[in-house]
């Protein structure tokens, strides 16, 4: 690994850790800015395409049903192995794996396969696809 990709890979594990926290967050212009403007959010029923799209659907509410108890109800994504492969000098494919965390303890994990372009200084997601793997029986997403 030469000098520059070590620093890219900070670079790009710091634009994953961004936009992670920005999507927990519903911080939606955060979230989409981490994209492309031809971004592409490949999810399992849909395609958002462009960041204008991927605002729209942040800016939606959220797909995680809040408690029917009134308690405030979250998801938290935690990154973990990540594995950066280079392309040349502007792109890379990166396939990361996550646990979420919510009310129910773990909830639900799986992986993003994201393809990441550097524009300028900075690398930003051109295509993701995130993969769940296991659901709790009483993850948020399985009511």
């Not at 295509?127 to 296991?134: A, E, K």
Request: glycine content about 6%; proline content about 4%.
């Amino acid at each position: 690994m030469t000098d520059e990709q070590a620093r890219w890979t900070e670079t790009i594990r710091q634009r994953l850790a961004v936009c992670t926290q920005a999507g927990d967050a519903r911080k939606a212009e955060e979230y989409a800015n981490c994209y492309t403007e031809d971004g592409v959010l490949e999810l399992e029923t849909r395609t958002i395409a462009g960041r204008d799209e991927i605002l729209a659907w942040m800016c939606a509410p959220s797909v995680f049903p809040q408690p029917a108890n009134g308690a405030p109800g979250f998801v938290s994504h935690h990154l973990t192995t990540c594995h950066i492969a280079f392309s040349g000098g502007n792109a890379a494919t990166v396939r990361t794996y996550w646990l979420v965390t919510s009310a129910a303890g773990l909830d639900h994990n799986g992986f993003y396969v994201d393809t990441l372009r550097r524009e300028g200084d900075a690398w930003l997601i051109a295509h993701r696809r995130p993969r769940t793997l296991w659901f709790a029986p009483d993850s948020v997403l399985r009511i």
